[in-house]
């Protein structure tokens, strides 16, 4: 699997899992009636007031029964919308990470046919010794003015390079010794 295969598997599974979530809250709790009830709303005082009849402890149980009844009936409709609203989105995602962790990004290794790993031989093409027309050629840039004496140049003289490790020897002597 490349980087872009991967990328694109991600957004993929994540703009599916947001708009599974959006469509599904929307159509579970707003089209479909809530179904919530509790102890004032309309339905649970019509069903007291034509079930609880007789002594006022058989009322109270009687009532009580009907509240707790209609509690639970909303728990468990407002726990299966939520579930089935969150639990594929979930279930995506498990199953991606566990997809990706079992197919990792394949790296793109960039060398050079003739060099069989070597890294010998490739430092060696590096450091080696050229003219700027031979640098220009392996660089693939034009219009180089030509040399007028067909001289060699180290990549040094062309382009120097700090040498850090000596200054750093010297700032750590300087310090080291003491003021005089």
């Not at 430092?123 to 840039?141: G, N, R």
Request: glycine fraction near 4%; charged fraction near 25%; include cysteine.
């Amino acid at each position: 699997m490349t980087k872009g295969e991967r990328t694109r598997l991600v957004w993929t599974v994540s703009i599916g899992s947001l708009l599974w979530m959006v469509a599904a809250a929307i159509v579970l709790f707003g089209v479909m009636d809530a179904e919530v009830t509790n102890h004032s709303s309309a339905v649970v005082k019509d069903r007291m007031a034509a079930e609880c009849l007789g002594t006022f402890k058989d009322r109270y149980d009687c009532k009580e029964a009907i509240i707790v009844q209609s509690g639970r009936d909303t728990f468990w409709s407002m726990s299966w919308r939520f579930l089935t609203v969150i639990v594929p989105a979930l279930t995506a995602s498990f199953w991606l990470s566990s997809y990706l962790r079992k197919h990792p990004v394949q790296l793109v290794e960039h060398r050079q046919a003739d060099d069989n790993g070597d890294w010998k031989s490739r430092a060696k093409f590096h450091t080696q010794v050229q003219s700027p027309q031979q640098a220009a050629e392996d660089l693939h840039v034009e219009d180089v003015p030509a040399s007028s004496h067909g001289a060699k140049h180290l990549i040094d003289e062309i382009a120097p390079v700090d040498d850090w490790k000596s200054r750093a020897q010297n700032q750590i002597s300087k310090a080291k010794r003491p003021d005089q």
